[in-house]
């Protein structure tokens, strides 16, 4: 059964760096087939697509964040992670991590995702 | 990009039918039939319940289908149950080669 869990810091203070992993278990990301995406739901909002990377190394991210950002493979670790830089309030949300069957543009399976808060 | 847009609210009695509408444009929802649809429960993360516009992943009850006319998707609830209750986001794929959701629907049962 594959299964995606997300991991990192609970807490950033505004300017930094915000960095989460993705761990998929179950499954290899070298596998191909397979988007390994970002998705964020603000508090009280709807979901926003962040982006994904392709196990060779493609990405694609949403234009909007796309300055701040950048999503990397681990295939050591069989994890994905996300990188967004100069972070604000308005950053703050449930951060999942999900997978995307390339080519098909949905999300059949999702972690439980994890809440990012900024703050000062 | 823009969300799509979804109306904020639908309510309907257990066994009625609900239509829940997600209206883009020609560049997202009109241009492609990539249209998935979403069910989240509280504090749950979002699950699959249509994509392809109205198909159906193994295990999720057919009371659930879509459509799509122009530049408006839809989902359809059928014989509304308790555990419907919940919110519900549709998605599209772009001319941009990104993805864009609606900003949610509230399902309520009466």
């Known amino acids: 059964q594959v299964q995606l869990q997300e991991s990192g810091p609970g807490l950033l203070k505004p300017s930094q760096t915000l960095s989460l992993t993705c761990t998929v278990s179950?499954?290899?990301?070298?596998?191909?087939?397979?988007?390994w995406t970002w998705i964020r739901q603000r508090p009280g909002k709807g979901l926003e697509w962040i982006g994904y990377?392709?196990?060779?190394?493609?990405?694609n991210y949403n234009p909007s964040l796309k300055s701040r950002l950048a999503i990397s493979l681990d295939k050591s670790k069989n994890q994905f992670s996300l990188d967004l830089n100069s972070v604000t309030a308005a950053d703050t949300a449930v951060y999942y991590c999900?997978?995307?069957?390339?080519?098909?543009?949905?999300?059949?399976?999702w972690g439980r995702g994890t809440l990012v808060a900024v703050s000062s | 990009q823009s969300a799509l847009t979804q109306p904020a609210s639908v309510s309907g009695s257990p066994g009625q039918s609900i239509i829940i509408s997600c209206t883009g444009t020609?560049?997202?929802?009109?241009?492609?039939?990539?249209i998935s649809w979403y069910q989240q429960h509280p504090d749950k993360a979002p699950k699959l319940m249509i994509f392809?516009?109205?198909v159906r992943p193994s295990g999720v009850s057919d009371r659930f289908s879509g459509s799509k006319s122009g530049n408006t998707a839809s989902l359809s609830i059928s014989g509304l149950q308790a555990e419907d209750e919940a919110y519900y986001y549709c998605?599209?794929?772009?001319?941009?080669?990104?993805?864009?959701f609606g900003g949610g629907t509230r399902v309520t049962v009466l």
């Open positions: 179950g499954a290899s990301i070298n596998g191909g087939g397979f988007y």
């Open positions: 020609s560049s997202d929802i009109g241009g492609y039939n990539y």
């Open positions: 990377i392709f196990y060779r190394g493609t990405t």
């Open positions: 998605s599209a794929y772009t001319s941009s080669k990104t993805l864009v």
């Open positions: 392809d516009v109205n």
């Open positions: 999900a997978r995307d069957l390339v080519g098909n543009w949905y999300f059949d399976l």
